[in-house]
């Protein structure tokens, strides 16, 4: 829990203090006996730290902790003393809802954990990348001595030692490994946008291989960077694109009010403030 964006230690330290007497049985179940608020549930749940235990989803434990609310009421706090068991407020229907991408789910462990377990983000532009003859790192790093090819990766390391005399290196990786990149003063100075703010980039340039040390010699630098935000909406398989109107794939834009079933009004699991739809790779820069 350590490692969750915006958890109080305090918080983190009950959670696992009464978790080491009882696992717990919900959300509900947690909230109540680890005395935490509710806010610091949804700092857990966004990373997506109730799939291991619970076996719920970023959405479903969202969705459990809207109902809750910072003290619980002092009625079921006193049932639930004398029954010795945690006495749930509201007894509510199981709700099927909608499960995000792959992409998605890879987004939102960057934004609240910093890295993720699951596909590595490259891997869901590969079909793109391959289109357009961008190889992967490991193939990068294995091509013979001279070879003129295109990689592309997510932006690890930057550095330029003073010793250097203005060349930059670049550690840059993709699913398959990582490439080492160098980047001459003038490339440097023609693509010093791309190079210093591009958290994905594409190179094209000329393998150069001594021994076991292989580096890819950048000619010519991209920012790839639009291409990285869209992975939230990629899934594991590629949809075709269909047309404006095709209503069968996107539906209609605005359903009929007087065919909407009357009832509570749905609960918000959406917080604006919170949401995340682009991965942003923390690098480490040298000079």
Not at 246 to 266: A, I, M, N
Request: charge should be neutral; proline fraction near 6%; aromatic fraction near 6%.
């Amino acid at each position: 829990m350590r490692m969750v964006r915006g958890l109080a230690n305090a918080d983190a330290a009950s959670i696992v203090t009464v978790r080491a007497d009882q696992a717990f049985a919900s959300v509900d179940d947690l909230w109540h006996r680890a005395g935490v608020p509710a806010a610091s549930l949804v700092e857990l749940a966004q990373a997506d730290a109730f799939q291991p235990s619970l076996s719920l989803a970023r959405r479903e434990a969202l969705w459990a902790i809207k109902a809750l609310r910072d003290e619980p009421l002092p009625l079921f706090a006193a049932a639930s003393a004398r029954e010795q068991r945690t006495v749930a407020e509201i007894d509510e229907p199981a709700v099927a809802l909608r499960a995000m991408t792959a992409g998605g789910e890879v987004v939102e462990d960057y934004g609240h954990v910093g890295l993720t377990l699951r596909d590595h983000p490259v891997s869901f532009l590969r079909a793109d990348l391959r289109r357009k003859r961008i190889v992967s790192c490991r193939e990068a790093m294995q091509a013979r001595d001279g070879q003129w090819l295109e990689a592309a990766g997510l932006v690890l390391v930057r550095q330029r030692p003073g010793s250097a005399k203005g060349v930059m290196f670049i550690t840059i990786e993709d699913e398959s490994g990582i490439a080492n990149l160098v980047v001459w003063v003038k490339v440097f100075e023609r693509y010093r946008g791309v190079v210093l703010s591009a958290g994905m980039i594409g190179v094209y340039g000329r393998i150069q291989r001594e021994g076991e040390v292989v580096h890819l010699v950048a000619h010519r630098l991209s920012d790839l960077s639009a291409e990285l935000a869209s992975v939230g909406d990629r899934d594991a398989a590629f949809p075709l694109p269909h047309g404006r109107g095709d209503e069968f794939h996107h539906g209609s834009p605005t359903p009929d009010p007087r065919g909407l079933p009357k009832g509570p009004r749905p609960r918000n699991i959406i917080d604006p403030n919170l949401h995340i739809d682009q991965i942003k790779v923390k690098t480490r820069d040298f000079k």
